[in-house]
């Protein structure tokens, strides 16, 4: 009797585009569907076209606050980036100061947002600055959480090997810990992306000198657009996507060289 | 005559243990362990799994600080390792990984490539240099960790079971690699294994040892071990395996009563 290896429909390369579009046009087909079906009013949900309209009678308003936000956001994801691999790496290599600090660090998330905000307009100023603070700080603890976490649960069998062959404490750090962290740090890094996209809209809910998706979110809010209210939500989960699709890029480029698929 | 004259002579032990106990916490590993390496011997440790044979391993390396006892070592005597697994990483390509010893020793990138690559010649693996180690297979993995053990040229190889994960085809292939590259090398050689088979065909010596706490029970000379080594047969392996064993069976039934 011979074994067969089985191929499910989804080892197939082709689904990994095909079926995530099918998902997304039915859930928009359902979204038109049960809004014809209930006859739900467009003030409480607008049909997928009537978004589509909002955002066409003034594609250059929501691209430009695209923009506006996907800089704050990107600009935020990068200090968290940079700022919480430096950290954890201070935390790594000093023991006694992470005992110090690290419970500091989960001030960062466990402290509310929205209740902060306002106060990182005074510090940070009205604006760019006090957004970015915002996106930065609730993105950064992922990214200090997992590098840590990457850097201290290194291999023992390989730490043993370096201090066999007599390496010190800062050549295993360079050459054994901060390889081993790469996988988890870029793990950090993908959940800091989405969380740095929520952290620019609640931000710019504050207030901003230009105009921002959040700041349309409000204002449509008010107006009771909701189609636009809708349309700029969407551009907002856009951002969130394609920061994270950014950084799973840039991750399975680093780890291809040493790890299969992840 | 001078071959004779170096007969006569015996060179020094290479490492000597006198009196050797250790304990973790209240757990006694090894009690009053004796034994001496002849430098460019090659001599196998045999026992019954977790009975404190690594221990010893780990003792000679000084990996475990020694707990009651002597080691004597020469001065300067360069070690190299191999353990159970292959302790590959992952991040870096063969010849890198071969290369770390020297590394971090301080040698110049030029050296440290040519003496990997040469290392890596010498356990037929020079073809996978640029591979990464998640391309190779078991054998290759571990035949890549030997390489490294010997890329400083050590005078004394420790190996602590490195094929015992390995399939048996491999199993020999590795052994019959280890065992050409002892002859044409004569490092010292200590090798911790469960296999007797594999014992008596790679070692001039087979100690074996009682259950925990580690005790020396027997000292066996293999055929190759004995001075007509070209000329034995596969029956003076067979009787060696068979004399091995039963020092084992009976250190075991012994440590029941």
Redesign the interface.
């Known amino acids: 009797m011979t074994t067969r290896v089985r191929h499910t429909v989804a080892d197939h390369p082709a689904t990994r585009l095909v079926v995530p579009i099918l998902a997304a046009a039915s859930a928009i087909g359902l979204w038109a569907g049960i809004k014809a079906a209930f006859h739900i009013s467009d003030y409480l949900l607008p049909s997928p076209f009537a978004v589509l309209r909002a955002f066409n009678e003034q594609p250059r308003v929501y691209l430009a606050a695209t923009a506006e936000s996907a800089f704050c956001a990107s600009l935020g994801f990068l200090i968290a980036a940079a700022g919480g691999i430096a950290l954890a790496s201070a935390l790594s290599i000093f023991r006694i100061v992470e005992r110090g600090i690290y419970p500091l660090t989960l001030l960062f998330q466990m402290v509310p947002l929205i209740a902060i905000a306002p106060l990182l307009v005074i510090w940070f100023g009205y604006g760019r600055p006090s957004i970015v603070a915002c996106a930065t700080i609730v993105s950064i603890f992922p990214v200090i959480a997992n590098t840590l976490a990457g850097l201290r649960g290194r291999d023992a069998g390989l730490e043993e090997l370096f201090a066999i062959l007599g390496a010190g404490r800062r050549t295993t750090w360079w050459k054994l810990a901060l390889p081993s962290s790469v996988p988890s740090m870029l793990t950090g890094l993908r959940i800091a992306a989405g969380l740095a996209t929520i952290g620019t809209i609640a931000g710019e809910f504050i207030g901003s000198d230009r105009q921002p998706l959040g700041v349309l979110i409000t204002s449509n809010l008010r107006a009771s657009q909701t189609a636009a209210v809708f349309a700029s939500v969407l551009l907002a989960a856009c951002v969130g996507f394609a920061l994270f699709g950014a950084v799973s890029v840039l991750g399975r480029v680093i780890l291809a060289r040493w790890l299969r698929g992840v | 005559m001078p071959s004779t004259a170096r007969c006569t002579t015996l060179p020094p032990p290479a490492i000597r243990l006198a009196g050797v106990s250790h304990a973790f916490g209240t757990v006694e590993a090894v009690r009053d362990v004796s034994l001496e390496f002849a430098a460019g011997s090659f001599t196998a440790l045999v026992g019954p799994s977790g009975c404190g044979k690594t221990t010893i391993l780990r003792l000679i390396?000084e990996?475990e600080t020694l707990g009651k006892g002597s080691l004597e070592r020469e001065r300067d005597t360069t070690?190299g390792?191999a353990?159970q697994?292959p302790?590959l990483?992952?991040?870096?390509n063969v010849r890198d990984n071969i290369a770390?010893?020297l590394e971090?020793?301080g040698a110049p990138r030029a050296e440290r490539h040519a003496r990997a690559l040469e290392a890596l010649d010498r356990m037929q693996l020079a073809d996978a240099a640029l591979r990464?180690?998640?391309q190779l297979s078991g054998g290759m993995k571990m035949r890549a960790a030997i390489a490294r053990a010997l890329v400083s040229r050590p005078r004394v190889l420790l190996l602590d079971e490195p094929f015992g994960a390995l399939d048996e085809v491999t199993r020999h292939e590795l052994d019959l690699a280890l065992r050409m590259l002892w002859e044409a090398e004569r490092f010292t050689a200590i090798l911790v294994t469960h296999s007797i088979p594999e014992a008596a065909f790679l070692a001039e010596r087979i100690v074996v040892f009682s259950p925990r706490p580690a005790q020396l029970v027997a000292e066996i000379t293999t055929p190759l071990g004995t001075r007509d080594a070209r000329t034995w047969t596969r029956d003076d392996l067979g009787a060696c395996v068979r004399e091995a064993s039963d020092a084992l069976l009976a250190a075991i039934a012994g440590s029941r009563a």
């Open positions: 390396g990996l070690l390792f353990f697994e302790r990483l992952p991040w870096r770390l010893p971090l020793a990464f180690p998640h």
